[in-house]
């Protein structure tokens, strides 16, 4: 069954703690994205891979990191340094002859 | 600056009749439109794509591209109350065509289906 898997659905952190979250897909897609979505908005761009050992900077990457060492994952960091990391996070993939984004189910960082 | 504006909504529709959702982009080069369907509380579901100028029908949805007046619209025929979502407009700026640089997206309209 192929898809985009995250985890965990919910997650919630102290203030100060750097926190993983996790991007795995099988649809053997080169590039992945990394999204953030807060309530009423759009979603904005952190990061993006376009193939292994290589990512790029998105919209709002500041106070985030990636790692791109297996085609299939690609795990985001919210550091410390992230002023407003309460939001819900959504990785995609990409399908390179149609151009379409699919997306996992999500994870909610709740930090207090 | 990249920017797709959507009207924010609610457009209130009664059920059976056709919903229209519009979007405006910035960027005369955008090569690739999208238009994706969120239930709250879940991810995004892509349902439409277009590349050319016309229209795409899928089912009771048509998507509409005009790419002189920089707009893409989302016709929904025969509304069913399980179509009631935040529907998302996304338009690959990447001027090279290539796709791979990541999405702009909209800020979504909020769809009510009035049973």
């Known amino acids: 069954d192929g898809g985009i898997t995250q985890s965990p659905k919910y997650l919630f952190r102290k203030e100060g703690q750097n926190v993983t979250l996790s991007c795995e897909q099988n649809l053997n897609h080169d590039a992945m994205y990394w999204y953030r979505q807060d309530p009423g908005q759009g979603l904005r761009l952190i990061y993006y891979s376009q193939i292994v050992n290589d990512f790029q900077k998105g919209d709002i990457a500041e106070g985030y990191s990636v790692s791109r060492e297996k085609k299939e994952s690609f795990p985001l960091t919210v550091t410390s340094a992230q002023k407003n990391p309460t939001a819900f996070y959504l990785c995609?993939?990409?399908?390179?002859?149609?151009?379409?984004?699919?997306f996992g189910p999500g994870t909610r960082l709740t930090v207090t | 600056q990249k920017e797709v504006e959507q009207n924010s909504g609610p457009l209130s529709v009664p059920e059976g009749a056709i919903a229209s959702l519009n979007c405006t982009y910035s960027?005369?080069?955008?090569?690739?439109f999208f238009w994706y369907r969120q239930y709250s509380g879940k991810s995004p579901e892509l349902i439409m794509s277009i590349y050319s100028n016309g229209d795409k029908e899928d089912g009771r949805f048509t998507a509409q591209l005009n790419k002189a007046s920089q707009y893409v619209s989302l016709l929904i025929r025969d509304s069913q109350p399980s179509d009631s979502a935040t529907y998302l407009c996304?338009?690959?700026?990447?001027?090279?065509?290539?796709?791979?640089?990541?999405?702009?997206f909209g800020k979504g309209t909020h769809l009510i289906i009035q049973p």
């Open positions: 960027d005369r080069v955008s090569q690739s």
């Open positions: 995609a993939s990409l399908n390179d002859r149609t151009y379409e984004q699919y």
């Open positions: 996304a338009v690959n700026m990447d001027s090279t065509g290539g796709g791979a640089d990541g999405l702009t």
